[in-house]
């Protein structure tokens, strides 16, 4: 079963506006940590914000944050004031607890492509 | 300040043959992943590590092996290459523990099998 789930391929969205990529998740462990990382052309991983599941509030990481809903098991990405460095593949992912092992699985990633 | 070193970067096999690819961490964590990336794929998790001298499968194990006998290292190995397993390989590593553990991945190894 799929347990993270990024249903959009690809994305465009104009310079200086906000984007939302989304990102459901499905777990039965309470204790998981939800992440989202950017993968450029260049190939490298580069983690962007973390979730955890007893968080209260949302987090925040500059011009990102993370929309939770857990009720919804939604885990969605807000990137606001997008440039044009921030064209790449994003990825969301999800680390269960002791009752998954503790392993880190990603979503199939959704490309943002951002316009000038 | 090498954090997760992969070797090699790339290379090419033949179908059967076998190679191993070395992860290294320098930053005393206790979990270590491996990965495999298709083209417009995300990342599946092959095998992965809780501490040293443990292993466990992931999403896709087969034909591949695993050993960590070290903990700053983590080895994945593949005893008869097939096509099927050309694809960039990364390997990942974390802080054990609750919150803000976030992975961090060394460069990718690209294998080609033909």
């Known amino acids: 079963a799929q347990k993270i789930t990024q249903t959009q391929p690809g994305m465009f969205v104009q310079e200086k506006e906000a984007v939302t990529l989304d990102c459901t998740y499905d777990t039965s462990d309470p204790s998981y940590g939800l992440f989202w990382y950017k993968q450029p052309s260049s190939g490298e991983m580069i983690f962007l914000i973390y979730q955890g599941s007893y968080d209260q509030q949302n987090a925040t990481e500059g011009r990102y944050s993370l929309n939770f809903q857990k009720a919804r098991k939604s885990a969605n990405l807000v990137i606001s004031a997008s440039q044009l460095g921030d064209s790449a593949m994003y990825f969301c992912?999800?680390?269960?607890?002791?009752?998954?092992?503790?392993?880190?699985?990603f979503g199939a990633g959704t490309r943002l492509f951002v316009k000038a | 300040n090498a954090g997760v070193t992969q070797t090699p970067k790339f290379r090419v096999l033949k179908t059967g043959q076998s190679m191993t690819l070395l992860c290294a961490q320098d930053m005393n964590h206790e979990y270590m992943y491996w990965y495999r990336q298709d083209p417009g794929m995300g990342l599946r998790l092959i095998h992965y590590?809780?501490?040293?001298?443990?292993?466990a499968k992931g999403e896709v194990p087969d034909g591949y092996n695993v050993s960590r006998l070290k903990k700053q290292n983590f080895l994945l190995g593949l005893e008869s290459a097939a096509p099927s397993q050309t694809s960039v390989y990364f390997c990942?590593?974390?802080?054990?523990?609750?919150?803000?553990?976030?992975?961090?991945f060394g460069q990718g190894t690209r294998l080609t099998v033909v």
């Open positions: 590590s809780v501490g040293e001298g443990t292993t």
């Open positions: 992912a999800m680390r269960e607890g002791l009752g998954g092992g503790f392993k880190t699985i």
């Open positions: 990942a590593s974390s802080y054990e523990g609750e919150g803000d553990t976030e992975a961090f």
